[in-house]
């Protein structure tokens, strides 16, 4: 092994899988909300359409991943199930959808990072209701803790309470859909597998989307935001996928909860933004709901 090679895997966690799943859950965290802000630069301040947006970001992210993908081999690549891959990639893109076009309508990036915490409450839902899962006393209890803190960051009797307010909590609801496949493929898939087929398929998907609005950006200053984006949103996949491979989906989500503060940070340091005390009582209700869930099914 070269020294190069030494140095970079000194870097790595190496003193067990949970460590290194809650590593890369960490990182992941850091990586999306440098993702947030700069596609709500993008499409707030660059004037980029919501759905262009999308598009180029994850067509970008696929450029990105398609030499490391080639390096691992096709092989690594093949999936047994590709109709899972197709309905998680839909849903998935569905949810960027509605995520990119509530920054795009200036829903504070905290906020919104608020809301899509919700997603685990959705995938409580979806596990009881579609895939007929027993549905215990302590979930519903979750779930409704978890949706009343989500109804104090929405705040709808506000005067600024505004349709586009509502936009993550649909990201939420869709991408929970797509973490419940996600996490059935990965017990036959490699997290190479996964991370590639999501970026390949959604930029098809984004790209018919977009279509109206527009594929090509207007401005330089506009393409190269949006580009720092999608290199961002391919690291950050990656890192996702690998925190779920190294352990247990129980023990790596609540580092998940990281990129609350940080996307907080981003937004006041960004736009000037601070968050009311409704958010935090509201984020506090979500994160305790679901770290009791967590520890009740790990019970």
């Known amino acids: 092994m070269s020294q190069n090679s030494q140095s970079t895997t ?41 759905p262009t947006a999308a598009f180029l970001q994850y067509l970008i992210a696929f450029v990105v991943v398609l030499p490391w993908a080639v390096r691992k081999g096709l092989p690594s690549l093949k999936t047994r199930r590709p109709a899972l891959q197709a309905i998680r990639v839909i849903l998935a893109a569905l949810g960027v959808q509605f995520w990119v076009a509530g920054l795009a309508h200036g829903v504070p990036i905290g906020a919104a990072i608020g809301l899509v915490m919700t997603s685990p409450f959705f995938v409580t839902l979806g596990a009881g209701l579609f895939l007929r899962e027993k549905v215990t006393i302590e979930r519903w209890l979750a779930v409704t803790v978890g949706f009343v803190g989500g109804l104090l960051i929405l705040d709808p009797w506000s005067g600024v309470f505004s349709v586009a307010s509502l936009y993550p909590i649909a990201a939420a609801a869709l991408w929970a859909g797509a973490s419940l496949y996600q996490k059935r493929l990965l017990a036959e898939e490699s997290p190479e597998s996964t991370t590639a087929w ?29 580009a720092a984006v999608g290199v961002l949103t391919a690291l950050a996949q990656g890192f996702l996928a690998l925190a779920y491979s190294k352990a247990d989906a129980a023990y790596v989500q609540p580092f998940d909860h990281i990129k609350l503060p940080l996307n907080v940070l981003a937004g006041w340091l960004v736009f000037g933004w601070m968050p009311p005390g409704q958010l935090w009582i509201g984020a506090a209700l979500i994160i305790g709901a679901s770290m009791y869930l967590l520890w009740h099914e790990r019970r």
């Open 198 to 226: 999501l970026l390949f398929l959604l930029a098809p998907i984004n790209l018919v989307l977009a279509v109206p609005s527009g594929l090509l950006p207007h401005t330089v200053e506009a393409f190269w935001i949006i």
């Open 10 to 50: 000194s870097l790595l966690p190496s003193t067990s899988a949970p460590v290194s799943g809650a590593f890369w859950m960490v990182l992941a965290g850091v990586a999306f909300a440098g993702v947030n802000t700069l596609e709500q630069i993008a499409t707030t301040t660059a004037g980029l359409p919501a």
